[in-house]
Structures are given as structure tokens and as C-alpha cells.
């Protein structure tokens, strides 16, 4: 069973999330809240596997609101889907640089929906490769400056290459075709990276992509 938070502060947005999640087969939803500071306390009493969070909400933003769920070791299990208005939302990549694996905009067709909950539950990063390469790509480079590359120095040649094709907006399986492995190698070699440089998942590999300038908006690694 899948266990997921809403956070929103419109009851009735809350209320239809709520019914086409509990009508689905695997999923329930164990809590909700209408503002960041309540959203914190609630992830922490039920510990969900999914939390689907708004940005621009009242006493605590969905911002803060996930850097204090992601900093929370309690809750390294919990997954993060931002949700937004407008696909390009200046606030979306600093909420994925915080922890949150990936967004959806508030009008995503129902099945979309239930799909994406699946898809982070499992570990996947809801970043698909136009996304990344407009919206990564797009904040990262003004943002801030390239950060340090020490945490790349833990990683191997091929690692590396892997998390720049990662950064890219690449598939496991097109990470394995571009460097003409198997896919379970290619599986390992993500896996290994985000171990070694402390990532959450591949939405946090993304972001180390860009801001250690292993790979720049505008080129391909």
C-alpha cells in the first residue's frame, strides 16, 4: 500500500485528490494539510511514502516545507511531488534542489496522476527530458554560480558520464544505449552515484548535473 499526504490550501482541490486516490487499488491517503507548517507535522506523524505539496500556501510554503521534510532523517523514505499552477514555476527547481523528486501542474489528467505517485513511490524523479532541459536547465544556470565539484571527485570515469546522461533528461534504458550496456548495468551505475554523492534520487542527480557544471544549459554532455 501506498501511503500519501495531500498538502493544499483549497479544501475542495484536497477533497477531489482525495477520492481518486482512495477509489485506486494500492494507494490511500493517510493525512492532509492546508499549510506548510501543518504539512510538516502531519509527514511526520504518518511517515507517507508520497506527499503531494503546493508551492504558495499560508504561514509556511510549500518550500520550506519540504527542506524541513527532506533535512528530517526520520523521513529519508519519503518522497516529495510538488505541485504548481504553471509548469514553469520560478519556485520549482529550488523546491527540487530541497528534496522533492519531481512536479506536476494541478490540471494533470487523473490517470497521469495516479501514475506519477506510483512512479516516485518506486523511486523514480518526475523529470522527463523536455523538462529537464527547460526547467533545470533554464533555473540552474541562474540561480547561482557552479558549485565545488569535491562531491564528483567520489565518482568514477563512467559515473560520472552516467550522471551527466542522467542530467541530460536520459532513461535508464538510454543511458544503456548511449554507452552500449545492459540496462542492469546501467540501473547500478545510477544507483552508485547517488550513493556516493549523497542524492536522494535522480531528480537530485539532475541538479548536481547542472550546478557542478557537469553538464550545461544549452549542450549535451
Do not use: C
Not at 545510477?190 to 548535473?209: E, H, P, Y
Amino acid at each position: 500500500m501506498i501511503r500519501v499526504v495531500l498538502v493544499d490550501d483549497q479544501a475542495l482541490l484536497r477533497a477531489g485528490f482525495r477520492a481518486l486516490i482512495d477509489a485506486e487499488d494500492g494507494l490511500e491517503v493517510v493525512g492532509e494539510a492546508g499549510d506548510g507548517r501543518d504539512a510538516v507535522e502531519v509527514v511526520r506523524r504518518t511517515r507517507p511514502d508520497v506527499v503531494l505539496m503546493d508551492i504558495r500556501m499560508p504561514r509556511l510554503d510549500g518550500l520550506e516545507a519540504t527542506a524541513r521534510i527532506t533535512a528530517d532523517a526520520d523521513l529519508g523514505e519519503t518522497r516529495i511531488i510538488i505541485l504548481t499552477t504553471f509548469e514553469l514555476d520560478e519556485y520549482v527547481f529550488e523546491a527540487i534542489r530541497q528534496g522533492a523528486s519531481g512536479f506536476l501542474v494541478k490540471d494533470t489528467e487523473p490517470v497521469d496522476l495516479l501514475a506519477a505517485i506510483r512512479a516516485v513511490a518506486d523511486g523514480d524523479a518526475l523529470l522527463s527530458p523536455s523538462v529537464t532541459r527547460r526547467l533545470i536547465g533554464e533555473f540552474a544556470q541562474r540561480s547561482r554560480a557552479a558549485a565545488p565539484t569535491g562531491r564528483l571527485d567520489r565518482l568514477t570515469d563512467r559515473e560520472r558520464e552516467v550522471v551527466a546522461l542522467v542530467g541530460e533528461g536520459l532513461s535508464n534504458d538510454e543511458i544503456a544505449s548511449r554507452l552500449v550496456l545492459s540496462p542492469a548495468t546501467a540501473k547500478t551505475h545510477v544507483s552508485r552515484a547517488m550513493i556516493k554523492v549523497g542524492a536522494r534520487d535522480r531528480a537530485q542527480l539532475v541538479v548536481l548535473a547542472y550546478e557542478t557544471g557537469l553538464v550545461r544549459p544549452g549542450w549535451a554532455p
